[in-house]
């Protein structure tokens, strides 16, 4: 890093000439107006207008008080400037990379000084945790990315190769890594639209009984093959929403249900808290873990590692839900249901 003059030491150069500047000033001002006066309004039984000893006692009357001046003003510059120069560093430091620098206040910092650098140590902090969790973000996607396509290519290689045969079964198969790398995509612009506030939405007033019972009835033969029975507990309301987005996030719910969930009832309830509409999707078990359950919205986060690995899941559903919820001025909450079960609540703005 190139060497420069500190701030602290640029600042009390000038200061202490300031300082210098105005003691000559107070100095010859005081001198030639005595002098004015004595000229032009001398009495005419006054002696001569300035004496030597008048002249010795403004002399030190001014060389007292200017180092008394100079070493207060350096005083103060000094506690105002110490943790200015500690920022300026620490700004340095973070525009070359560094994102942990964090810059210092002295316990003699004044209040005002003190509370710019928290600001500032909280923006470094923010923007750390920023990075990694970019750095996080970008190793997660590159894994959920490359185990289908590590099959889509060795299944494609091994038919060129003459080790498959391009039959129906096989080509259902790439189908369906095909559809889930499109499912991970899209559901990868949708957080990321939604947290950035870029999220398109067309909000109307929406049946959102009626909503729900299309899904339902779309979904009731696939999930009763799958060992779900779907029940509905609806209340008539309108509701101000997109009802694109609002079918998929319930898509997504079901979806996570019949995935961990054990065979048994969903129940889709939607009605009224202290006039606020929550619309629910809750399973029968096995529930959420504690230890995650505070996580389980964050991107990535699996309840089962081991049996989403299974299914297919790739732990951005509940994060499509919170971002659609979020994009909506409302929110996303996980409660444990009586029979122990999982149960999720869709809780729009009132």
């Known amino acids: 890093m190139e060497t420069r003059a500190g701030l602290i030491r640029q600042i009390l150069m000038a200061m202490s000439a300031i300082t210098v500047v105005a003691g000559m000033l107070v100095f010859f001002g005081t001198y030639f107006a005595y002098s004015a006066i004595v000229t032009f309004y001398k009495p005419p039984e006054a002696d001569d207008w300035l004496t030597s000893l008048d002249f010795v006692i403004l002399a030190a009357l001014i060389l007292v008080t200017l180092p008394i001046a100079a070493f207060t003003a350096l005083r103060l510059a000094r506690r105002i400037l110490e943790p200015l120069e500690s920022l300026a560093r620490s700004a340095r430091q973070i525009a070359a990379g560094d994102l942990s620098a964090r810059a210092q206040a002295s316990e003699r910092a004044l209040g005002e000084t003190a509370s710019l650098i928290d600001d500032f140590n909280i923006m470094a902090q923010r923007l750390q945790d920023m990075a990694a969790d970019m750095a996080l973000w970008n190793a997660t996607i590159a894994h959920e990315l490359r185990t289908p396509l590590t099959v889509l290519k060795g299944r494609l290689q091994g038919i060129i190769d003459g080790i498959f045969e391009p039959d129906e079964r096989t080509l259902r198969r790439l189908i369906l890594q095909i559809d889930g790398l499109a499912r991970l995509v899209e559901d990868l612009r949708t957080v990321t639209l939604a947290d950035s506030g870029h999220l398109d939405l067309r909000i109307v007033p929406v049946r959102m009984a009626r909503e729900i019972e299309e899904i339902a009835e779309l979904l009731a033969y696939d999930l009763s093959s799958n060992g779900f029975h779907l029940t509905l507990d609806l209340e008539d309301i309108v509701v101000e929403a997109d009802a694109t987005r609002i079918r998929q996030a319930l898509l997504a719910m079901i979806s996570n249900a019949q995935r961990h969930a054990m065979r048994g009832t969903i129940t889709i309830s939607l009605k009224t808290d202290d006039e606020t509409p929550v619309l629910a999707v809750t399973d029968e078990g096995p529930g959420i873990d ?61």
């Open 290 to 350: 504690p230890h995650i359950a505070g996580k389980i919205f964050e991107p990535f986060v699996r309840g089962d590692p081991g049996r989403a690995q299974e299914t297919g899941s790739n732990g951005l559903g509940l994060s499509v839900v919170r971002a659609i919820m979020e994009a909506h001025g409302g929110h996303l909450r996980y409660r444990t249901a009586p029979s122990g079960g999982a149960s999720f609540h869709m809780v729009f703005s009132a």
